[in-house]
């Protein structure tokens, strides 16, 4: 077992490391497929909403409409949502919240909405996520698409597009680094702090 001392926002943690699971090659290869699929089940990028969930969401978001932008010949709408206020621990929290702006500038009524984010885990993100969305107009569709669905749901929430299925232990988490918010493109199996 390797621990790391990595890079994130401005301060040093250690990580306790047990795999790599994707690289840099590894992440834009599934992101590639990821935005294949999307195009294949929508027909096309013509209605489609992508809305990539800060923080880490809003970056492979990006990416993936670049990608469709690249095979599709069409760029489809982008925004950035935040859930914090939609949270169910909203209020149990002790501190204070940091709340960041939802960007959405398109009209959301009968658009077909891909979800973005980095990892599936219990479900309750999304469910917060799905919120804010009815609150902002009447999609045709809400489809998920997902970097990594490491288990352990709590709500019967599941993912349309799932760039990798990483079964994990509770004593264990998935964290995704990317280049805009990390320095790197990876994917990481890590021992979760103060679970050894």
């Known amino acids: 077992m390797e621990t790391s001392k990595a890079f994130a926002n401005g301060d040093f943690f250690y990580m306790d490391i047990k795999a790599k699971i994707i690289d840099e090659e590894g992440l834009n290869r599934t992101l590639t497929r990821l935005a294949h699929e999307i195009l294949e089940k929508n027909k096309g990028a013509k209605n489609l909403v992508l809305i990539g969930m800060r923080t880490r969401g809003e970056f492979i978001g990006e990416r993936i409409k670049e990608k469709i932008k690249e095979i ?60 804010a969305l009815m609150d902002l107009g009447r999609p045709n569709t809400i489809q998920f698409c997902v970097l990594v669905d490491r288990g352990h749901r709590e709500l019967p929430i599941k993912a349309d597009f799932v760039g990798k299925n990483i079964p994990t232990s509770i004593n264990e988490e998935i964290r995704v680094r990317i280049k805009e918010t990390d320095g790197e493109d990876a994917v990481y199996l890590i021992n979760a702090p103060g679970k050894n």
């Open 72 to 131: 599709d010949k069409s760029e489809p709408n982008f925004g950035v949502l935040d859930i914090t206020l939609y949270r169910d621990d909203f209020r149990t929290r002790l501190k204070q919240p940091e709340i960041s702006v939802t960007n959405i500038t398109v009209d959301l009524n009968e658009k077909d909405i891909i979800l973005i984010d980095d990892v599936l885990y219990t479900g309750r993100t999304v469910r917060a996520a799905l919120d």
